[in-house]
């Protein structure tokens, strides 16, 4: 009881507090470029060391360019990151084990997409349209979305969306250009 007050308490101080481009680290901050607008996210690499370095290196290499959104559904999540469109590819890099952390799936938390083994996260990943805190303890916050929300907001829906939104650039921001 204790833990989920203080896990609803933290979402809200989230949702109540800004964070501007200023306040963030270029090294440990993605654009990623949609159809609508940007979107700014948040890497973190305290809580998720082995995600966020695959997620970088992985967007330094343009893997990410062109993907996606292979399942979009209203009320949830946003998910890409599977080279195929499929939602069955991945990167060829071996798989991460699971870095569990106590950050809350709120609106806007992005987390490692994986199979039902916890250890199976590699390339794919998804954006919370909503709370989805029942996530907790059993996938990978390795993000948070800081602003362009409403962006994600216009992803188009499906399992998988017809005509699916793609991912145009994503990149770090200490790289951009």
């Not at 680290?25 to 060391?49: E, F, R, S, Y």
């Amino acid at each position: 009881m204790l833990k989920t007050l203080a896990l609803v308490i933290g979402s809200l101080f989230l949702m109540t507090t800004t964070t501007s481009a200023a306040d963030l680290d270029p090294a440990n901050t993605i654009n990623l470029q949609l159809k609508d607008g940007t979107v700014v996210i948040k890497l973190m690499p305290d809580i998720a060391p082995n995600h966020v370095a695959r997620i970088k290196e992985l967007t330094k290499k343009g893997f990410y360019d062109g993907i996606v959104w292979h399942r979009v559904i209203d009320g949830f999540m946003a998910q890409t990151g599977d080279p195929t469109g499929t939602g069955m590819g991945g990167s060829d890099l071996p798989d991460l084990k699971a870095e569990f952390n106590d950050y809350n799936f709120g609106r806007g938390a992005i987390g490692a997409a994986r199979s039902q083994s916890p250890d199976s996260a590699n390339s794919q990943w998804f954006i919370c349209f909503d709370d989805c805190s029942f996530l907790n303890g059993q996938y990978t916050v390795w993000g948070q979305v800081v602003s362009g929300m409403e962006f994600v907001d216009k992803i188009k829906r499906g399992e998988p969306p017809t005509d699916p939104d793609k991912i145009i650039k994503m990149q770090i921001a200490a790289d951009a250009k």
